[in-house]
């Protein structure tokens, strides 16, 4: 199967500061990638993707970069706030399929 | 505008019982998926549907079935209900086939005793 993985486990971060959050992915022939957050008792949330055909991709605080070669992606939150305090999920797609890696919990200090 | 909506959001099953998680969606998406999430993994595919009346295994789909009669419904049935299958079950949509990002419903948190 797929593999989707992540570098770090657990990040604990400083209310205010940048977090990133990295994801290794294994198939060379996915073309879109996404990146959700998941708070505790609730269900994946959407908070941005990105296409192969790119390598870079802004929205509200967050930026999603792509590396193609080194087959990694990331995700950079900015100003981190606590309601940030969830758990990131990195997924690819690849013939029909979405494969999700083990998420790391991003914990943010005030 | 309900999204995915998944029902129930929590089951309690004996060995060997057999029940049915509903999955419906209102957004008019082509594709369906079922997944299930155990503690400290990702998220696992289980069945999927392109469409209605097209169905295809994901990476566990033993012990489960899944059926697609209408574009908006997507239940998953458990044939006899195992300690293995206690888990976290979502149902997600999107428009395309893959290519378009997935809307999760709230969850079906299962337990076998």
């Known amino acids: 199967g797929e593999s989707v993985g992540l570098h770090l486990p657990t990040l604990s971060v400083q209310e205010g500061d940048n977090s990133i959050i990295n994801c290794a992915y294994s198939n060379s022939a996915s073309d879109y990638f996404i990146w959700y957050k998941q708070e505790s008792g609730k269900g994946p949330q959407f908070i941005i993707d990105?296409?192969?055909?790119?390598d870079k991709r802004q929205g509200q605080r967050v930026t999603v970069l792509l590396n193609k070669t080194v087959k990694h992606l990331s995700l950079q939150i900015a100003a981190t706030q606590p309601g940030d305090s969830a758990v990131y999920f990195c997924?690819?797609?690849?013939?029909?399929?979405?494969?999700f890696g083990s998420g790391t919990k991003l914990n943010v200090k005030p | 505008n309900a999204g995915v909506t998944q029902t129930p959001k929590f089951q309690v099953l004996k060995t060997g019982q057999s029940m049915t998680l509903q999955c419906a969606q209102d957004m008019n998406h082509e594709y369906m998926s079922w997944y299930r999430q155990d503690p400290g993994m990702g998220l696992r595919l289980i069945h999927y549907s392109v469409g209605a009346g097209i169905t295809d295994q994901g990476e566990v789909p033993n012990g489960y079935n899944v059926s697609r009669s209408t574009t908006e419904d997507f239940p998953l049935r458990l044939l006899s209900a195992a300690p293995s299958q206690t888990s976290v079950y979502f149902c997600?949509?999107?428009?395309?086939?893959?290519?378009?990002?997935?809307?999760f419903g709230s969850g079906t948190q299962l337990s076998v005793l």
């Open positions: 997600a949509s999107s428009r395309d086939r893959g290519g378009e990002k997935l809307f």
């Open positions: 997924a690819e797609t690849s013939f029909n399929k979405f494969y």
């Open positions: 990105i296409r192969s055909n790119m």
